[in-house]
């Protein structure tokens, strides 16, 4: 690229998302000066998308940008915090004015709706590469974690996971769904909505939270892994989408639900003295998550139907096989 | 990558670094929770070094890790800042134990070095892509910025510029050298010292500071420009290494050091009024800098011998044309 393409990346980054009190010094210096409120805990995650591999390469550059902050924010909804700060590390084949504007207009618009700055970033070139490292804060000692589940506390997912899964196979071509069907599930893949609200509010009620983003068996058996318990789901009480069950029926829908990946929902597990608390300050049918199962005392991840054990050939989806 | 390799590449990467207190929560969850002490202020920045991009295919995953994490604590020394945590997001095209074995040897020896710990990250499969955003502090409104220079100031460049843009040029075979000078040039390139120990007590002294990274002529002009002046810098007063000049001449050492990049030095502007309380606290001799010109009200940056203002073909390195 040339000195030009570096002025123009610029423009598109120089002032994007939210605008801040507590960015002492933003984009255009060697590092981003931010104030931590007292009490808060600073909270830290970083994810990347490969071109090819985590998002085909038809995919727009509005759903890029997009994805690459919910990933992000989807790990901070996990642990109940609230996002404030982004950094955006962007390597680009090439410097298209278009491919930049539609980029940065995908990411601004979700920055914007979570109050997210963008801080600080570098742009360099190669194949299409992108890293977003998300800053949020919670109160000291308040935020959720995988580990805090125990035996018997009873587990939740958020939304109806499967849908970005089948979404992905639409865009692969390797799906084909009728077209109102078709532009929701593909709209779940290339626009995931991260449950910060819910996140933020579970502080407190739930005991363990992990986001589903590698498929909800297998990060169920993660949570319960970290909390030192196993874990069963009741296949049945999985919750799917009706236009996700309309495109494959109804038990390849939930065979999605928990297999697949991209959901960027929560699972989370609420000890059974507070579940009335969750179901009353947090209605399911207003906050949208459902009962799926509970952790037991047994290690590993069972899904069971009609009393049995159900056998998966794969517990989680990897991006890569 | 199969689980197994997953699993290979989170045992490489679980407790890297310095052990800290502050480190509520580090890798192995959706986020890591991170206590940022009362009065200070947090520092961020993040860079990428793409395969074949900013270093040659050759170069050993040692160099590549402890780059990767030079180019963030030099921007954070520019900012005078004291480093603390860091996130990894590493894309690679196979898990190759050996490479991963030494590429986090590399990283490890220099975050243990400054006292960085490792708290998060994100592997993907993909073409070779390293991103570190490091995380530090700073007691609040004492960081420096390109910014605070004047018109009159003093200005100041840490180490040996140019070391590093011939050790490059050797690494690709365009510059050879005598086995010494070979070595030490090549070492410069590849394990270059971030200058966080000066940045940190620059604190208070300098009004304006930047991490040569690009180019110490166009990286001064950054500086200047940020600044609201411009720069002057006398050709003969760039300070250049024996073994740089040895093989390449005064003439083209100098050139180098106005024009070559990765050098991870630090370009700092000291008012008129500041320059004893520097050259006294800090003895140029024990810490490595040198007088290199000055902040001038006209805009621009000029590269002045004998009186007379040097052409340059080029005011900063690119790392692509």
Not at 156 to 170: E, K, N, Y
Not at 281 to 303: D, H, K
């Amino acid at each position: 690229m040339s000195i030009g393409e570096f002025a123009l990346i610029d423009r598109f980054f120089r002032a994007l998302g939210a605008a801040r009190a507590d960015v002492a010094l933003g984009v255009g210096d060697d590092a981003a000066l931010l104030r931590v409120p007292e009490g808060a805990e600073l909270v830290a995650a970083t994810d990347t998308l490969v071109g090819g591999v985590h998002f085909p390469p038809q995919s727009t550059p509005a759903s890029i940008g997009h994805r690459a902050l919910a990933v992000n924010l989807s790990d901070l909804a996990a642990m109940g915090a609230r996002p404030a700060w982004a950094l955006l590390a962007l390597t680009l084949p090439q410097a298209d004015e278009a491919w930049l504007s539609e980029f940065a207009a995908g990411f601004e618009a979700l920055a914007h709706k979570y109050g997210v700055a963008l801080v600080g970033g570098d742009t360099t070139h190669g194949p299409l590469c992108v890293t977003v490292t998300l800053l949020g804060l919670v109160p000291r000692g308040t935020a959720l974690t995988r580990s805090g589940g125990r035996a018997g506390d009873a587990l939740f997912v958020s939304g109806t996971p499967g849908d970005a899964a089948a979404g992905l196979a639409i865009e692969q071509g390797t799906l084909s769904a009728a077209a109102e069907a078709r532009a929701y599930l593909r709209a779940r893949f290339a626009l995931p909505s991260p449950r910060i609200a819910l996140g933020e509010r579970l502080r407190g009620i739930a005991s363990a939270c992990i986001d589903v983003s590698d498929g909800l068996l297998g990060d169920a058996g993660k949570l319960a892994a970290a909390s030192g318990a196993g874990v069963e789901i009741s296949f049945d009480a999985v919750p799917v989408s009706e236009p996700l069950v309309k495109t494959v029926g109804a038990e390849r829908a939930r065979e999605l639900a928990l297999s697949g990946g991209d959901d960027y929902e929560l699972c989370f597990a609420v000890a059974a003295g507070n579940v009335t608390a969750l179901t009353q300050q947090l209605p399911p049918e207003l906050w949208g998550y459902a009962r799926i199962g509970e952790l037991r005392a047994t290690p590993g991840a069972a899904v069971v139907r009609d009393g049995s054990v159900m056998q998966f050939s794969h517990s989680g989806y990897q991006h890569f096989g």
